[in-house]
Structure formats: C-alpha cells, structure tokens
C-alpha cells in the first residue's frame, strides 16, 4: 500500500509500504512529526560522520541522507534543545555505524579486533574526555557525542546512562559469540537479549535531556510509565526484526525473533513473520492503555508547586515522545536504505559498510 510520509523532504512524499509491513493502525493513530531542527540536523550529523572519520567521505556523499538517521531521532525526541538534538543525533549515528562495525567483524571472522573495540569502548565510556583522539575512530566518536551528552543533566543521570550502555556493549559481545558459533537463542532468552542489543533503556534514558529534567526513581520506576516505555521499545525492536528479517537471513543472522521463532517453536517463515505481527499489534494496543494509566500518573504529580509541574509537565513530554517513537521508527524502516536489501550488489553486503577493521587491515 501506499502512505503519506513526511520525511527527507520539505514536502510530503508517497512511500510504499510492502502489505506485509503495513501498519494501518499506526499511519491512522500515531501522526508523524518532525524537529523543526531537522534540515540542520541532517548537515551537521553528515558533516560530524565525516570529521570524525566514521565512514568514507564517498559513503558519506552516496549514503548518509538515505539511510535516514537523523529522520529517526528527529521524529523521536520532539521538543528537545537544538544542542541536545543534535547531540542524540550524532550519538545515534555513531550507534548505526558501531553496529556495522560488528556486523562486519563477524562477517569477517576478526575476533581479535572486536575484543580490542569492546575493552576500548568500555574504557571510552568511563573517561570520555581522555579519548577525544583516539586513532580508532568508534572510539573517538563515541568519546566525543557521550561527552556532549554528560553536559546536559546531573551526574548521577551520566552514571546510569554508563551503566546502561556497559550492558549494552557486553550484550553486543554476546551476539558476537553466539552469531560466530551459528547459536540462535531460544525466544525468551532472545527478547531479553534483544532488550539489551536494541540499547531500550538507552534510548529511554534520552527522553529525559530532551525533557530538559533528570526524572527521579519514583517517576522512572513507576509501573505505569516503565510500562509505557518498555512497549515503546518492543515495538521498535520487533518492527525491526520484521523488517530486516530478509536482510538479516541472506546476511546468515541469528538474531532475530523470526529466527528464534522458526528454529525453536518448529514454525515456517509465513507463521513466524504472522507471529511477529500479532506480538506487533498487541505491543501498540498495550501501549495506549499503558499510556492512558502513565498520562493519569503524570498529571497526579500537579501538585500546585512549581516543581510539581515541571515534573509533571516532563513527564508527559517523554510520554509524547514515547508514542512519536511508533511512527518515526515506522517510517524509517520504509524511507531507509538501510532495508533495501533487494537493491544491493551482494544480499550480504550492505552497500554503505566499510569491510575494513580500523587499522587492522
């Protein structure tokens, strides 16, 4: 079928959505929004790409527009400071190109120089300021948008943000075996697993700069709003799974709920793609009950005080921002050339990757 989108473009554009990936209850229910900083976030994230040396100037020039990463946060954190956009920008395009990084180490068989990243990375993340030069540029990069991030809310927002990403990193290492050994995790030990390489706690904690206020424990931990939240997340980690699972399969992959679903619950293709969609759908009507009892938490927390309501008014930014994830993620999936796998050279070989491990030639 075909949609109204408003994404690269000044004006809006017709995608087609393959009737497999469609989601009428997300174009109908869940409009789509965009930055107002976005036409800048665009040029200054492709402008860092290349000043940090993350990907090559020609993949630069070729690629970066069409792989939409900007879209993807702009359509996401709505309300943020230009500085923390662009911040959360640059932050996510690191991530993509981190993640092709490992993609391509295990496609290449270096293990060796993936155990060198990940102890660096840890190291980057605990002291970002010490590693602004590093010759690896994963490392540089990631130096560079963690530190700008930490200026924006207290320390002890820096320090959960850390522990978070730690387990992401070790996550990714645990899929780095278990893809190098051809292992593919059970359903639920998968989901949990996913929780963590689809960084959900990351991308939540993010919410919180773009609110411009760190949220205490008992607002974070609120089961209406961590309920809120978690559902946001599923979805975006399944839409995903759906979406590339046809990339994922020509790429020998082993995460994917798909996957899991075929080689451990003896499903076909067609039943695991239709159990996905169904675990999709649930996940989006879950979500707006959750919603409803997270709005009701937020407005409790008016209490007449000024600080009542900035509390009560950033928490129903986040929530916002949780539902704008739906249609950003969405879209990204469909304007991407990230999924386009039927149009690349090699089905295994994503066009904008660089195959070469930073100085391990």
């Known amino acids: 079928m075909h949609a109204l989108s408003h994404g690269t473009t000044s004006t809006p554009t017709t995608v087609a959505v393959p009737p497999a990936l469609s989601l009428p209850v997300i ?213 995903n799974d759906l979406c590339s699972l046809p990339k994922e399969l020509a790429g020998s992959e082993v995460h994917n709920l798909g996957i899991s679903l075929v080689t451990h619950r003896g499903m076909s293709l067609e039943e695991a793609i239709a159990d996905l969609r169904h675990r999709i759908l649930e996940c989006i009507e879950e979500f707006l009950r959750a919603e409803e009892a997270a709005l009701r938490f937020a407005d409790g927390l008016d209490d007449g005080t000024v600080g009542g309501k900035e509390l009560s008014a950033a928490v129903r930014a986040c929530l916002g921002n949780m539902r704008n994830w739906f249609s950003s993620v969405y879209w990204f999936h469909h304007e991407s050339g990230r999924y386009r796998v039927d149009s690349w050279d090699d089905r295994s070989t994503p066009p904008y990757v660089n195959n070469e491990a930073a100085g391990e030639k």
């Open 27 to 239: 174009e109908a229910s869940f409009p789509r929004q965009l930055h107002p900083y976005w036409p800048k976030l665009q040029e200054n994230t492709r402008a860092w790409l290349l000043e940090k040396r993350l990907m090559p100037p020609d993949k630069v020039a070729e690629y970066a527009d069409g792989l939409c990463y900007t879209d993807l946060m702009a359509g996401y954190y709505l309300g943020a400071p230009d500085e923390v956009m662009q911040a959360i920008a640059d932050y996510s395009a690191w991530f993509f190109v981190w993640d092709d990084r490992h993609d391509r180490d295990i496609v290449h068989d270096r293990p060796d120089a993936w155990r060198r990243l990940k102890e660096r990375l840890h190291t980057a993340l605990d002291r970002p300021g010490d590693h602004l030069g590093h010759p690896d540029p994963l490392v540089a990069g990631l130096a560079d948008s963690v530190g700008r991030l930490f200026s924006f809310l207290p320390a002890s927002w820096n320090a959960r943000f850390t522990r978070h990403f730690h387990t992401v990193i070790e996550a990714y290492d645990r899929e780095f075996e278990n893809r190098r050994k051809g292992v593919v995790p059970g359903v639920e030990e998968y989901l949990e697993l996913r929780r963590l390489t689809f960084a959900h706690w990351i991308w939540t904690d993010l919410l919180e700069p773009s609110a411009g206020l760190e949220l205490p424990d008992s607002v974070r931990k609120n089961p209406a709003y961590r309920k809120a939240a978690l559902l946001s997340q599923e979805f975006a980690a399944w839409y």
